[in-house]
């Protein structure tokens, strides 16, 4: 009887545990069409030279040699324009990024 009721149990929670890891994640919203590369220049919105991208993260972000610095470039301010990658920020800004 035990075994019974433990597994009624266990089958009531598993739908509910597949609803909850089904969801999205929350950089989803923010992925691009393709993703960074390694030693690709990084740009700012005008078009003009930040940078090179040094390393690729998990989270989609970079972390990009900006005047001989090492800086961390958040994914939610990266796009691909014209097949370029983009940040939001400014060159003064990406330095701030430490």
């Known amino acids: 009887m035990r075994l019974f009721i433990s597994l009624a149990l266990l089958a009531a929670a598993t739908p509910a545990l597949a609803i909850e890891t089904a969801a999205p994640p929350a950089e989803a919203a923010t992925a691009l069409e393709r993703a960074p590369k390694e030693g690709e ?55 701030k990024q430490k």
């Open 41 to 95: 220049v990084l740009r700012d919105a005008g078009g003009r030279q930040i940078g090179k991208v040094y390393k690729v993260q998990a989270s989609g972000g970079v972390l990009a040699i900006v005047n001989r610095e090492t800086v961390r470039i958040p994914a939610s301010t990266l796009s691909i324009v014209d097949g370029k990658l983009v940040t939001t920020l400014t060159k003064g800004e990406a330095l």
